[in-house]
């Protein structure tokens, strides 16, 4: 015996899942931008390494070593971000789940659905609180020095 559809029902779960998706497409950009800054700092760390180990001049070494630390404080926070924003997208991934699900069921999920939606928000200011935090370190870290001139 076949249950009946109820397609306006089935409409509707799709409508309010469909919400939701717009903040994943946010996640997955963020996820691109953080993950690009993350591949520069390892990149920058590399090079700074290189330099360090070949250099003879202390204090060339200890200018290197301070900002290997700082290189490696950002890359903990990007890693961070990306975790967070990983875990926001499945909040909200779940999220929707839970929302087609009640809408097409007699499953009550309303808790379930607040819950997943705002442990994903949580997750999504935690990380750009993580994003904000590097991109300050990394603005510390520039040194707008002229070089000095040879007279």
């Known amino acids: 015996m076949a249950l009946p559809v109820d397609t306006s029902a089935i409409t509707h779960g799709i409508q309010l899942a469909v919400a939701p998706v717009f903040l994943l497409t946010a996640?997955?950009?963020l996820i691109g931008a953080v993950a690009g800054r993350l591949a520069r700092i390892i990149d920058?760390?590399?090079?700074v390494e290189?330099?360090?180990l070949a250099s003879t001049d202390p204090a060339f070494r200890a200018r290197a070593?301070?900002?290997i630390g700082l290189l490696r404080w950002r890359g903990r926070l990007a890693n961070g971000a990306v975790a967070l924003l990983t875990l926001c997208a499945f909040f909200i991934g779940l999220?929707?789940?839970v929302l087609f699900v009640a809408?097409?069921?007699d499953f009550q999920a309303s808790r379930l659905a607040v819950a997943g939606f705002l442990g994903g928000i949580g997750c999504f200011l935690a990380a750009l609180l993580c994003f904000f935090i590097e991109t300050v370190l990394a603005t510390r870290m520039?040194?707008?020095?002229l070089p000095e001139?040879?007279?």
């Open 50 to 52: 290189a330099q360090a």
């Open 149 to 151: 001139s040879p007279t």
């Open 95 to 97: 999220t929707i789940i």
């Open 27 to 29: 996640v997955s950009s």
């Open 103 to 105: 809408e097409t069921t």
């Open 44 to 47: 920058r760390a590399r090079v």
């Open 65 to 67: 070593l301070s900002e």
């Open 142 to 145: 520039l040194n707008f020095r």
